[in-house]
């Protein structure tokens, strides 16, 4: 192939550019796995890097385990349908109603009942009790405590003093699954409640604040790296094909200082 040129873009950074901001505590959810990485000063903390299998994929195999979705026709995918009935039914709801929840009692105002439509040849009833508690998944924690809500904490507890509360003051949501309704506010009520806990008491944050991308969530990496694309970084940044072929070596992309010698 005749590439002119050349430039990785970490899409945490890139998601940045969409808010013309340099730091921030990026956090993507996509469908196999969350990604956190923080930035500063638009070089990413790669040190502090965390990634957990809680994704758009979990959440669609709690829908599969609670949900009777029958004998499916040969034409018919399970997989399509738990993530049409996902993105169709369910939402994230308050951590106050999943708590009672979670003991078996009723709560009010309670969730409607709804009749999800399977080919316009049958269909199944999906409880409001499902609806507002399979993306409960992505907050319970595992056998070593994490969860997205400790990622986020264990990073800024981690990270330097200087840049905690920047941090937790620039929280930036990516990818598909933080589309969910209530998934921002959810998060933020979990965050706030684990600071009263003794492991993260003393970190001396009161409140996070969420930044609200200007497009959807699922592109807003792309749409960074087309910004990025525009401005003359691109040129500075770039790996040329004279450069690669006369010089042989490639950036170190993070850092865009060093570079490494091919061997």
Known sequence: MQVASLCFVPSHCASLFTLGI????VLDVGYKEAILIPVCEGVPVLRLWQAMALAGQTVENQIKT???IGQLSPDESIDNIAEDIKARTCFVTSLKRSKILATGQNVEPKTSDVEY?????RSITISGDIRETVHDVLFEENIDEMSITTMILETIINSNVDTRLKLAENIV???????AKGFMSRLKE?????LKSPKYNNLKITKFKFHIAPA???YIAWLGGSIFGSTNNLNILSQTR???INENFVPDWPTTFTRQKIE
């Open 22 to 25: 340099s730091t921030g505590l």
């Open 66 to 68: 609670r949900i009777d």
């Open 117 to 121: 439509h399977i080919n316009g040849e």
């Open 173 to 179: 949501l990516i990818g598909g699954t933080v589309m």
């Open 190 to 194: 979990e965050l706030v409640e684990k």
């Open 216 to 218: 959807f969530e699922n």
């Open 242 to 244: 004279e450069n690669y």
